[in-house]
């Protein structure tokens, strides 16, 4: 456990090492600090009260505005000693107190005069505490000083004033731009620092233009870098503009030899970040790659326990997009499982359950059992995650996975951890219906020996969902009327629901439900009565075995159609009168989330936490959306929703996306906007599309947003008729039109006239992709042998020449949309053919499973084999005009 | 940016601590975390052996030297392999104002010295100096040594 933080003067035991700070105060301190203002200085007394302000406030001793304006003053004294000792000790702490702007004149005569003089090292130290405390202001009368240090002979002061400019570059950009002549000539010094500093500064000022980062990079990778410190900095400037130029050349990528050569330098800072900038590249084909790996790997059994990080971290990364290019090293991996730093070791494991095959699984897991029970939860919660991704690669391996699950299920461990197994079972019943009838009976046997009643409620309330579905629903009866007599208030209440559920979905067993929730009318809670009453008296047929009426199921079990934010708020500003809430009145449009929360990450797969049952609960939520807009709500059935489409740049003024909603006749499109300027109100947005490049499409209805404020997310709808069941495509170009009003910062009021403007988007495709659904099947053989093979349609295709076998792979999938089957989607290295098993939902809910085999003919041709096989033969036909016309 | 520095003695007490760009409520999560890394793990470890850690997108390299444990924290360009190269700087600095790897006692008379040290290596987050013996001169106010350049 963690040490209690005492500060070292209050640690007293240790009387025979004591300390020379020992009993120290801030009071006597600041009262020491009155010898400043002696007329005859002590420099070493002097020092010495310097060393305890300084120890103060690195133990974080704070001092109030008076204190310290008080020892600022003090130590502005100290100037007046010609003690070089004390004049640097001066320096700290004036950096250190960080002085206001009107207490900043006091100094800025002395420090000024240290700038320029003839002692380099004041130069140099005055340049830094100047830049410290300093203001725009001063800056300007300082510059020509700056601009004179930056290439001065000596490499302190040239490093100083660099290393301010790193600096005041946040706070004063317009100033430092323009340095960039004397930077520019300090990248070509001698001296190692400087040039680091100098390539830092120059790529930060110009890093916005692209030509110049180009130029510079260009021009130093012929040259010589003199720091293994510079050297990293380059390759990194080198990995963007491989990155941005990516898009417009063609052929071979520039500096690729930059790269590689990198690897082969004597300082393994520069050869690993070489090596992470390789993996980094986009599109990286094996033999770009193969270089990399071979060092990293090298690393993996080094003696520095950096270095074995720095290198499992790497090859972890590289394995979530090529996991067969690390396969390689799963030698030297295996052996780091027992290595003593619990980071490498986790990293490792994850790394293997990445990269390993069907017939390593078992081996695998034997190791993570010995291994879980000594790391700490954070890691257990990684390698949780990491087994859930391997047993949805193979699902035929979930018996064995799921034993392990329920295993750890049952060991000790935090809350975070018991949901993260929770939600990784929830998740394989839901994907892999084999799994389905294990998995609830692990959750059951879990929640009979359950601390935690969030956990608990969650799964009853999943077994209400899924548990009537099973082809034994009887069994776990048990387990959850056990709950009614063992548990807290909460989990009653719940399992008494989840009763209930059973009752209405299967008629067989409710004779006997009813007899339990009879008996929870005399229990002690409120809730758990109320709810047992409610089931009782809706529910129908007194105990005997008839049939719930769907319209009671809806009532009592349906989801609530409404978002609970916007239910939330309309019963705040409800305000109780003769007249009943109405909750009709609760507006259905789902508010966005604003920028900030926007940009937080985590886009994991969400286990209880999201509705447990039907599709994902974004389409849901776009369904209600839809269906709750009257010009849209007679579409029918909503078919797909799209992820999201930028239509607009980053940090541009308005942020555009779209998502396209597929339904049978129609298609709408949601333009999803953004106003990122606080000083505008956007009124009557609406896009304005043209759709004469998508000729089967006809606009019918548009719903404008009528006010867009700034960083408050907003929808305006547009929507296509289409024929009937037909995959049409197009292309459609998009014009926001809006009405712009000033808003005044101060107040927040918008005027009242507003402007007309415009502001073009980028162009928005409708393609095939759009009408497949992506389902997966665990076990594609059953599911292909089990589809008519008179629907089966086979034809071969030349993709002409292709950067590498994985990228045709790749465009195939993209371009139909559908689902790959058990990790099929990844090509071994140098592998010379391929296969491919992908399986979808095409619209009109067909189901479509496909074939492909690759193989190269010549050095880069690829040639195709497709074989598709669907419920309907059109659509077998349908799938093969997608890739003749693709 | 190189988040944090924190020297604390076997114990766990902190001896000197500086943060960039750590607000001051999260700095006391920071000390816990870090005296608690060290002391699940440093016990028994030989002197100035490298140990690192990762805590989402921050990396943290720590060591003990002498009496004393020393720990970094850096984010972005200052990942693992960038803090060994300033932990060696201020192991390496540290002997050098010490005259050997100090003892708590040692590290606390020859405070001021380390911490001009470690204003010439690490400035507002940023690393400034690596050699030792450049920073030996510079924090007596003399220029380093031609040769060295």
Do not use: C, T
């Given at each position: 456990m963690a040490q209690p933080l005492v500060k070292k003067d209050d640690d007293r035991d240790d009387e025979a090492d004591y300390s020379p700070f020992m009993g120290i105060e801030k009071g006597a301190v600041l009262q020491e600090a009155r010898v400043f203002n002696d007329p005859q200085l002590d420099p070493r007394r002097c020092s010495q009260v310097i060393t305890k302000l300084l120890y103060l406030l690195n133990q974080g001793e704070t001092f109030t505005k008076v204190e310290a304006t008080e020892v600022f003053f003090a130590v502005t004294k100290?100037?007046?000693?010609?003690d070089i000792g004390l004049r640097r000790m001066v320096y700290v702490m004036i950096k250190e107190l960080s002085p206001s702007a009107d207490e900043v004149i006091i100094v800025t005569s002395s420090l000024m005069k240290d700038m320029t003089s003839k002692t380099d090292m004041y130069r140099a130290n005055a340049i830094r505490v100047l830049c410290r405390i300093t203001d725009g202001t001063l800056l300007t009368q300082i510059e020509r000083y700056l601009k004179q240090a930056i290439v001065d002979k000596n490499p302190v002061v040239a490093s100083a004033a660099l290393v301010s400019g790193i600096h005041l570059l946040q706070t004063n950009p317009e100033i430092v731009k323009r340095w960039s002549n004397e930077v520019q000539e300090a990248v070509q010094s001698r001296a190692a620092l400087v040039q680091f500093h100098a390539l830092a500064l120059l790529h930060q000022i110009r890093q916005n233009d692209r030509l110049a980062v180009n130029k510079l990079v260009s021009s130093l990778t012929k040259g010589s870098v003199r720091s293994p410190l510079a050297q990293c900095l380059l390759i990194r400037y080198t990995s963007q503009v491989i990155r941005e130029s990516a898009n417009t050349q063609a052929g071979d990528r520039p500096f690729y030899d930059f790269l590689e050569g990198c690897l082969r330098h004597k300082a393994e800072m520069v050869i690993f970040e070489a090596a992470r900038a390789i993996t980094e590249l986009n599109g990286v084909t094996s033999r770009e790659l193969t270089p990399a790996i071979t060092v990293l790997q090298l690393f993996l059994s080094s003696s520095k326990p950096v270095l074995r990080f720095a290198a499992v971290r790497t090859l972890n990364k590289v394995a979530m997009t090529h996991p067969m290019a690390v396969t390689n090293c799963n030698i030297d991996m295996e052996s780091l499982i027992s290595d003593q730093n619990r980071s490498i070791a986790t990293l490792a494991i994850t790394t293997l359950l990445k990269t390993g095959n069907e017939s390593s699984v078992d081996r695998l897991m034997k190791q993570i059992t010995n291994f879980?029970?000594?790391?700490a939860d954070e890691f257990k919660i990684v390698v949780v995650d990491a087994i859930r991704s391997l047993c949805l690669k193979f699902p035929l391996k979930h018996r064995s996975l799921m034993n392990f699950l329920s295993n750890i299920l049952r060991e000790e461990g935090g809350f975070e951890y018991k949901k993260a197994i929770v939600d990784s079972i929830v998740i394989l019943i839901r994907d892999i219906p084999e799994a389905k009838e294990s998995g609830l009976l692990h959750l059951c046997e879990f929640i009979e020996d359950c601390e935690f009643t969030y956990l608990s409620t969650q799964i009853l309330h999943f077994l209400g969902i899924e548990g009537p579905k099973t082809s034994d629903p009887n069994k776990y009866i048990r387990y959850i009327y056990n709950r009614v007599h063992l548990e807290n208030a909460t989990v009653r209440a719940a399992a008494v629901s989840t009763l209930a559920k059973f009752g209405a979905m299967v008629d067989t067993l409710k004779p006997r439900i009813f007899v339990l929730l009879r008996r929870c009318l005399f229990d002690n809670d409120d809730e758990v009565r109320d709810r047992a009453t409610l089931y009782l008296n809706t529910l129908g047929g007194d105990g005997t075995v008839v049939q719930t009426g769907d319209d009671v199921k809806e009532f009592l079990f349906g989801s609530l159609d409404i978002p609970l934010v916007n239910l939330e708020n309309s019963l705040k500003n409800y305000e109780p009168s003769e007249e009943s809430f109405d909750i009709?009145?609760?507006?259905?449009e789902v508010k966005t989330q604003p920028l900030a929360e926007k940009k937080a990450p985590g886009k994991k797969p969400t286990g209880l936490g999201a509705p447990p049952a039907g599709p994902p609960s974004t389409v849901d939520a776009y369904d209600k959306l839809l269906s709750s807009i009257p010009e849209f709500a007679n579409f029918g059935k909503l078919f797909k929703s799209s992820a999201p489409v930028e239509l607009t740049e980053a940090e541009t003024e308005y942020a555009v996306n779209v998502v396209k909603h597929i339904f049978d006749g129609h298609v709408v499109f949601q333009y999803n906007c953004t106003n990122t300027i606080p000083e505008q109100l956007l009124e009557n947005v609406i896009v304005i599309v043209d759709a004469s490049e998508a000729e089967e499409f006809s606009e019918v209805a548009s719903k404008p947003l009528r006010s867009l404020p700034y960083d408050s997310p907003g929808q305006t709808f547009v929507a296509f008729e289409k024929p009937e069941g037909i995959p049409a495509v197009g292309k459609f170009s998009n014009m926001l039109r809006f009405i712009v009003k000033e808003v005044d910062p101060s107040t927040g009021e918008a005027e009242d006239d507003g402007v007309e403007d415009e502001y073009q988007l980028e162009e928005l495709e409708v393609v095939?992709?759009?009408?497949?659904l992506k389902v997966g099947v665990s076990n594609f053989r059953n599911a292909w042998e089990s589809m008519d093979a008179d629907c089966e349609r086979v034809d071969e295709y030349g993709l002409g020449p292709r950067e590498s076998l994985a990228e045709a792979v790749n465009a195939v999938i993209d371009l139909l949309g559908m689902q790959p089957c058990e990790g099929t989607e990844v090509v071994p290295n140098n592998s010379r053919s391929h296969t491919c098993l992908l399986s979808g939902v095409y619209i009109g809910n067909v189901k479509v499973l496909v074939r492909l085999q690759f193989g190269l003919d010549g050095p880069k041709d690829v040639a195709m084999k497709l074989a598709v096989r669907s419920e309907d033969e059109a659509v077998s036909d349908a799938i093969h005009e997608i890739v003749a016309s693709g | 940016m190189l988040m944090a520095i924190l020297v604390s003695n076997s114990a766990g007490n902190i001896l000197l601590e500086r943060f960039n760009g750590i607000p001051s409520e999260e700095r006391l999560h920071w000390r816990t975390f870090l005296v608690k890394l060290g002391a699940d793990n440093l016990k028994g470890a030989r002197n100035e052996e490298l140990f690192v850690a990762s805590q989402k997108s921050v990396y943290i390299v720590y060591t003990v030297l002498g009496g004393v444990c020393i720990y970094i924290v850096g984010k972005d360009e200052y990942d693992e392999l960038a803090l060994t190269e300033v932990m060696f700087v201020i192991t390496s600095s540290i002997k050098d104002a010490c005259g050997k790897s100090p003892s708590e006692r040692l590290f606390l008379d020859k405070y001021g010295k380390i911490c001009l040290c470690l204003d010439e290596i690490v400035w507002q987050g940023i690393l400034e100096n690596t050699e030792k013996d450049r920073i030996r001169r510079l924090i007596g106010l003399k220029p380093p040594n031609p040769t060295e350049i």
């Open positions: 100290l100037f007046q000693s010609k879980m029970s000594d790391i009709n009145s609760v507006p259905r095939a992709a759009d009408y497949m | -």
